[in-house]
C-alpha cells in the first residue's frame, strides 16, 4: 500500500491549494486529511468514508472541501480562504478494517 500526496506549497492569506493523494494497493473505507504545526499534535483535517461520510475540524468548515474519486482511489483536499494558521505539514490517511496507512506529508505554508 502507497499514499502519495501532492499539491503542497506557499500561498497568500486568502489563497487557495488543492492537495491530491493517490493510494495504490487497495480500496479505503476512510481517507482523510490530518496536519501537523510545528510544535503541535496531528490533528484530523477531514475525512471521507466510502459511503461519501464528511467530517472537518470546526476550524475549516466551509472553507475547505474534502472529495475523492474512486475510480483513481485518490482523495482530494480543497482549500479555499486559506489562513496563516492553516501552515501545517498535512498528511494522508487512509483506513481499511482495523490498518491504517499514512502518506509522506506535503508542506502548506500560508503567509503574506
Known amino acids: 500500500v502507497q499514499l502519495q500526496a501532492s499539491g503542497g506549497g506557499s500561498v497568500q492569506p486568502g489563497g487557495s491549494l488543492r492537495l491530491s493523494c493517490a493510494a495504490s494497493g487497495s480500496i479505503f473505507n476512510v481517507m482523510a486529511w490530518y496536519r501537523q504545526a510545528p510544535g503541535k499534535q496531528r490533528d484530523l483535517v477531514a475525512s471521507?468514508?466510502?459511503?461519501?461520510?464528511?467530517v472537518y475540524a470546526n476550524s475549516v468548515k466551509g472553507r475547505f472541501t474534502i472529495s475523492r474519486d474512486n475510480g483513481k482511489n485518490t482523495v482530494y483536499l480543497q482549500m479555499n480562504s486559506l489562513k496563516p494558521e492553516d501552515t501545517a505539514v498535512y498528511y494522508c490517511?487512509?483506513?481499511?478494517?482495523?490498518?491504517?496507512?499514512w502518506g509522506q506529508g506535503t508542506l502548506v505554508t500560508v503567509s503574506s
Open positions: 490517511n487512509a483506513r481499511k478494517l482495523a490498518a491504517e496507512y
Open positions: 471521507l468514508s466510502s459511503g461519501g461520510i464528511t
